[in-house]
């Protein structure tokens, strides 16, 4: 990138000083179309000739002296004035253009302010899960209080008497200041923040944590959350990653139906969006829905955590740690396995991902959220197939792998291998009730399977009967496949009538 210089590129904001270099001038620094006509028609001025329309022409047939030089001076802006034009005039007093928006930025500042203070009051806790609490404040004159008996010991210890009695009243003081750490340490998780809070009681040691997303409509009882849950308490070692298991509600039903089957529950508040009903693919709800996630899981990575999301419509077989590669920063799922982890050919699948908190991956998910104004009307999987050539990527240096359906598969191709199968995601997919259906009976054959006996080489003879009610025609609606596959006879057809 270079940047010309007004000596060749000149205009009214910094003139060419120079008439035997200069390339272009530009009416720049100048409001309103009849002063730039005006001024444009006045060029230049050569000793008292005024140069209007002929102006450029003049100089061109002027004589030079032997250096080449003329004394010509530019007689503009003179309608437009250098930024700081005259825009308004009160009381004779010329107020500038930047001493007005000076003005309204400070007025701008200064109203936020006050409505800032009118909505959010002090101590109000507004991340949309509590009520207003009240000020750490009003903690303090307790303890305060509790100091306060001091005095009174003191007196008693005048009198020699009863010297030894007072003395026995010394331990309950002493208890009385040791409870203070522990009063202070209960104020900083009343103020800590509920997704700190939530994140802090979930995560494993390494700081990781396996989050979901819920609405109602997936929490109803016997529904996709029932069937999610059940995965784990079934699956092969997989029942302990439970306590590690975060779900952010959508909305206030399904956080209060989370809350009491699990013990790490988010409510995740969205202005003006109800996520309550089931959302249908690339509706503006589920677009609003879809970003609001990778915006939330943007921001846990910026708190420091690992993360693995998952889809609740996935179900957790087998302890998918053994089968992450330890040096990808970002690893994802994928429909249709190209048989190399590293090609970015693989279409990805948002629905179940894999990544370490690092600048790298930072810096990713904030590219990847700003995206969607690149691409709008679009949802983030989408935007990421899009964006995964850019070359951002390859200068922040992210390690990104594709993971193999071998042990993470789904309905649009499912794993070949019940002893090494991990997770089976309930893609290709549309409708809530065909994924119930589908999901219950793939849980069935994997009860089937785990209380079937092995022969010696450890290999299974189970079959998956799924998809059954999901079918390749959902998702060929649900992809675009169809459109795709209408264009390419559309343009046969054509080819057929023209030859």
């Known amino acids: 990138m270079r940047f010309?210089?007004?000596?060749?590129?000149?205009?009214?904001?910094?003139?060419?000083?120079?008439?035997?270099?200069?390339?272009?001038?530009?009416?720049?620094?100048?409001?309103?179309?009849?002063?730039?006509?005006?001024?444009?028609?006045?060029?230049?001025?050569?000793?008292?000739?005024?140069?209007?329309?002929?102006?450029?022409?003049?100089?061109?047939?002027?004589?030079?002296?032997?250096?080449?030089?003329?004394?010509?001076?530019?007689?503009?802006?003179?309608?437009?004035?250098?930024?700081?034009?005259?825009?308004?005039?009160?009381?004779?007093?010329?107020?500038?253009?930047?001493?007005?928006?000076?003005?309204?930025?400070?007025?701008?500042?200064?109203?936020?302010?006050?409505?800032?203070?009118?909505?959010?009051?002090?101590?109000?806790?507004?991340?949309?899960?509590?009520?207003?609490?009240?000020?750490?404040?009003?903690?303090?004159?307790?303890?305060?209080?509790?100091?306060?008996?001091?005095?009174?010991?003191?007196?008693?210890?005048?009198?020699?008497?009863?010297?030894?009695?007072?003395?026995?009243?010394?331990?309950?003081?002493?208890?009385?200041?040791?409870?203070?750490?522990?009063?202070?340490?209960?104020?900083?998780?009343?103020?800590?923040?509920?997704?700190?809070?939530?994140?802090?009681?979930?995560?494993?040691?390494?700081?990781?944590?396996?989050?979901?997303?819920?609405?109602?409509?997936?929490a109803e009882p016997n529904s996709i959350f029932d069937l999610f849950l059940e995965s784990f308490n079934i699956g092969s070692n997989t029942k302990w990653l439970l306590k590690h298991l975060l779900v952010i509600c959508v909305d206030q039903k399904a956080y209060a139906r989370c809350l009491a089957s699990h013990p790490h529950c988010y409510l995740l508040y969205t202005q003006g969006t109800n996520f309550t009903g089931e959302v249908f693919y690339l509706t503006p709800n589920y677009l609003r829905m879809m970003w609001r996630r990778t915006q939330i899981l943007s921001s846990i990575l910026d708190k420091g955590y690992n993360f693995i999301f998952t889809d609740t419509d996935i179900m957790w077989l087998r302890d998918p740690f053994p089968q992450f590669y330890p040096d990808a920063d970002f690893q994802i799922a994928t429909d249709q396995f190209l048989a190399d982890s590293y090609s970015f050919d693989n279409p990805p699948n948002c629905g179940f991902v894999n990544v370490k908190s690092n600048d790298r991956t930072i810096g990713f998910y904030k590219f990847w959220y700003l995206s969607k104004y690149t691409y709008p009307d679009t949802n983030e999987q989408e935007v990421l197939n899009r964006i995964k050539?850019?070359?951002?990527?390859?200068?922040?240096?992210?390690?990104?792998?594709?993971l193999d359906t071998k042990y993470f598969g789904g309905f649009c191709e499912p794993s070949k291998d019940f002893n090494q199968v991990c997770t089976m995601h309930a893609n290709c997919c549309v409708g809530l009730e065909n994924k119930v259906n589908d999901l219950k009976a793939l849980l069935q054959v994997w009860k089937n399977y785990m209380s079937s006996p092995r022969n010696a080489t450890g290999t299974s003879q189970a079959l998956w009967t799924v998809p059954q009610k999901c079918s390749r025609s959902d998702d060929c609606k649900l992809r675009g496949v169809c459109e795709v596959k209408k264009t390419y006879f559309a343009a046969v057809f054509l080819f057929a009538m023209f030859m």
């Open 4 to 218: 010309f210089d007004t000596l060749y590129f000149g205009g009214f904001c910094q003139p060419s000083k120079n008439f035997n270099q200069v390339c272009t001038m530009h009416a720049n620094c100048c409001v309103g179309l009849d002063n730039k006509v005006n001024d444009l028609k006045f060029c230049c001025k050569y000793g008292e000739i005024t140069c209007q329309f002929l102006a450029w022409r003049n100089y061109m047939s002027s004589p030079r002296k032997t250096n080449d030089t003329l004394h010509v001076l530019w007689t503009v802006p003179q309608n437009c004035r250098m930024r700081n034009s005259v825009i308004l005039d009160i009381t004779g007093k010329r107020i500038t253009a930047r001493t007005i928006l000076v003005f309204m930025a400070a007025a701008a500042v200064a109203g936020c302010f006050i409505v800032y203070n009118f909505v959010y009051p002090s101590g109000f806790r507004y991340d949309g899960l509590a009520s207003p609490l009240p000020s750490c404040r009003t903690t303090t004159p307790p303890l305060q209080q509790a100091n306060t008996t001091t005095p009174p010991l003191q007196q008693a210890n005048t009198t020699t008497p009863s010297l030894q009695q007072a003395n026995t009243t010394t331990p309950p003081l002493q208890q009385a200041n040791t409870t203070t750490p522990s009063l202070q340490q209960g104020n900083q998780q009343e103020d800590m923040d509920p997704l700190d809070k939530v994140l802090k009681n979930a995560c494993m040691k390494n700081k990781t944590v396996i989050i979901t997303t819920l609405n109602d409509a997936w």
């Open 389 to 402: 050539f850019d070359p951002f990527i390859a200068k922040i240096g992210l390690k990104v792998r594709f």
